[in-house]
């Protein structure tokens, strides 16, 4: 496969569940992040990993928590989530920090 | 404050107009890159210029980048229906020493059949 993949496209979890978000990317790029997007609201940075080592957590809570174990691959781990942290979540991945990226279709999710 | 404003937030229009959105800034950017993201798919990378004053085409689409670099238009000419999105301009800012790209507001077309 080429591009960024994400997975699952949908979720729907309780506030007590735990989940994992998955991305991969096979375009050789150095750069994986992580990225919120609410309705009405811009794109908001979480998390950026640069040849696998996180150089950003731009103050996410606690119950959001990445994993970047290999440069292909990014997790976001989910626990303890809170219904104002539904929304679409998008990974994307650059050759290196602020160049062009290439998005993921998101996972929608959904806190009940 | 957003670093990046868009506008029109909305706009909505017949199938052949053409159109003007607009992504302003009071900051200078190194470069702009342009998105359009259509329903339930993530942002594709539609353009990015450089050189200020730099006019780019892609096709129906005219990007250009201001003089001193702090703005950047995209005119659509003859829309259609394949146009509609949400269209994003995004630029690099240096923090700390990591460069990340923060995003604008938004600006979500329709173009009616």
């Known amino acids: 496969e080429t591009g960024v993949t994400q997975t699952p496209r949908h979720l729907v979890m309780g506030m007590t569940n735990k989940k994992s978000l998955k991305c991969e990317q096979h375009?050789?790029?150095?750069?994986m992040y992580w990225y919120k997007q609410s309705a009405k609201k811009p794109l908001e940075l979480m998390f950026v990993?640069?040849?696998?080592?996180?150089?950003e957590n731009n103050s996410v809570p606690s119950r959001f928590s990445p994993e970047c174990p290999n440069s292909s691959h990014l997790f976001l781990h989910l626990h303890t989530l809170q219904p104002e942290d539904s929304a679409l979540y998008l990974c994307?991945?650059?050759?290196?920090?602020?160049?062009?990226?290439?998005f993921g279709s998101g996972t929608r999710l959904t806190v009940v | 404050t957003q670093l990046l404003e868009q506008s029109p937030q909305f706009l909505s229009i017949q199938e052949g107009e053409n159109l003007t959105v607009y992504c302003n800034s009071s900051?200078?950017?190194?470069?702009l890159q342009w998105y359009r993201q259509e329903p339930g798919e993530g942002p594709v990378l539609l353009v990015t210029?450089?050189?200020?004053?730099e006019v780019k085409k892609l096709k129906r689409l005219t990007f250009q980048f201001g003089d001193a670099r702090k703005d950047s238009s995209l005119h659509i000419t003859a829309a259609q229906p394949g146009d509609t999105g949400l269209y994003l301009c995004?630029?690099?800012?240096?923090?700390?020493?990591?460069?990340?790209?923060?995003f604008g507001t938004g600006t979500r077309l329709t173009i009616i059949p």
């Open positions: 994307a991945s650059s050759p290196r920090q602020g160049e062009g990226y290439t």
């Open positions: 995004a630029g690099p800012l240096i923090n700390f020493g990591n460069e990340k790209l923060t």
């Open positions: 375009l050789g790029h150095n750069a």
């Open positions: 990993y640069s040849l696998e080592e996180r150089v």
């Open positions: 210029v450089v050189t200020g004053g």
């Open positions: 900051s200078v950017f190194s470069s």
